[in-house]
Structure formats: structure tokens, C-alpha cells
């Protein structure tokens, strides 16, 4: 009886520690924090723009998305 006891309590831990060691694959989890301001962000994007690394399409949508996340 108390062989029976010890090998269910022993089974039941063996599966307890193999589905603790399931969690997450792997996953990385980042938090990325700015300490920019929103007329950083645009001087910038301005800068950008005027080296000609973005379309003026590409600047106007980068503006918009700029001005939407500060104005929640």
C-alpha cells in the first residue's frame, strides 16, 4: 500500500515538473521604453525627409503615426 503511495505521489510529481518545463518555447518577451519627445520625434522625421531617406507620402503617414500616439 504505502509502495503504491509513493510511486503515484512520484508520478504525479514526474508530470507536474514535465509540464512546468513546457511553458513558453522560448518566447522572448521586450519592453521597449523612448524617452524621446514628440518634437524629437518630428524634427527628425523632418530631417529625414529632407535627406531624401522617405517619400513625402512615407513622411506624412510617419507624421500622422506620430502625432496619433502622443494624442491618446
Avoid at 513558453?24 to 525627409?49: C, F, H, P, R, W
Wanted: net charge positive.
Amino acid at each position: 500500500m504505502q509502495f503504491r503511495f509513493v510511486t503515484m505521489t512520484g508520478f504525479a510529481l514526474l508530470c507536474a515538473l514535465g509540464l512546468a518545463a513546457c511553458g513558453g518555447g522560448g518566447a522572448k518577451n521586450t519592453i521597449q521604453a523612448t524617452n524621446t519627445t514628440v518634437g524629437q520625434e518630428l524634427m527628425d522625421l523632418d530631417e529625414s525627409y529632407k535627406k531624401g531617406l522617405i517619400s513625402e507620402k512615407e513622411y506624412n503617414q510617419a507624421k500622422q503615426n506620430i502625432l496619433k500616439r502622443y494624442n491618446k
